[in-house]
């Protein structure tokens, strides 16, 4: 459903992405990881259009995106550090999205519900926590029902119960077929809410592959110890050339 055929981005000097493709499909679900600058956000961002690469192509639905935006009406996107206006109250911003999409008669309120934001409808967005924003983040990335959901670091901040509720809910979104990206570095969450995994490493995709065959490549029963084996390889890469990318 996205197709990232051949993309490379610099940003000055620095080779970002290295001309590299991968496929993303509907009901799957893909833990995108890789050390700090590795290129996972500028990944996403390409996606969405926030950052042009320099060559190669997004596909969604085999349409390219470039110079294109009605495709994003089918991505939820929840930004790790969620910028709104301070002054603006949570229920204001929730009607100026609706009003942005006029065309969706039906939301998605499980979240706004289970997070109670209702009941705090008149607060600033200023005033509010580094957790109540996120919780309003999710709230929104999920309000129109998107086909595809992008996630990043979605469960950091929020207290445990909202961690629960978040997790129940990509899980149920998952069930029903949507295309899922989440970048956490909590490996615990991405080994429940996951089924693929894509490492990159220099911006370059190092592993993409089910988390079985990361578990079977690596001879790791368990998710953490094979994402730190897998830690391990890209260190001993940077002085050999082996990749293990099955793209
Ligand atoms: P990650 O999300 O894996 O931490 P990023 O995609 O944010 O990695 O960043 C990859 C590299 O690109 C980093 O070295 C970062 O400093 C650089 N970078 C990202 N965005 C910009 C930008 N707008 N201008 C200059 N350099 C950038």
Do not use: C
Request: proline share 4%; hydrophobic share 40%.
């Amino acid at each position: 459903m996205i197709s990232v055929n051949s993309i490379s981005k610099k940003f000055g000097k620095q080779q970002v992405l290295h001309d590299f493709e991968l496929r993303f499909e509907a009901g799957h679900s893909y833990a995108v990881m890789g050390p700090n600058g590795s290129g996972k956000t500028t990944l996403i961002k390409s996606i969405l259009g926030m950052v042009l690469p320099d060559s190669g192509e997004i596909l969604v639905d085999g349409q390219s995106i470039q110079g294109h935006t009605a495709y994003r009406q089918q991505i939820g996107y929840m930004p790790q550090i969620g910028r709104y206006p301070s002054n603006m109250k949570i229920g204001q911003l929730f009607s100026m999205m609706k009003d942005m999409r006029p065309e969706v008669k039906e939301y998605d309120l499980d979240l706004v519900n289970q997070f109670e934001l209702e009941m705090i409808k008149d607060k600033a967005m200023g005033t509010l926590s580094g957790g109540t924003r996120q919780k309003v983040s999710a709230a929104l990335a999920f309000l129109f029902q998107p086909k595809v959901l992008i996630l990043d670091e979605p469960t950091a901040g929020l207290d445990p119960i909202a961690v629960e509720i978040l997790k129940a809910k990509i899980q149920k979104e998952r069930k029903e077929g949507k295309l899922i990206l989440i970048t956490s570095h909590i490996l615990n969450d991405l080994e429940e809410l996951t089924d693929q995994a894509i490492y990159l490493f220099e911006g370059e995709v190092f592993f993409n592959d089910s988390i079985e065959s990361l578990k079977e490549i690596t001879g790791e029963g368990r998710f953490s110890p094979a994402i730190a084996k897998l830690m391990q390889w890209t260190l001993k890469k940077k002085t050999s050339t082996k990749s293990l990318t099955h793209a």
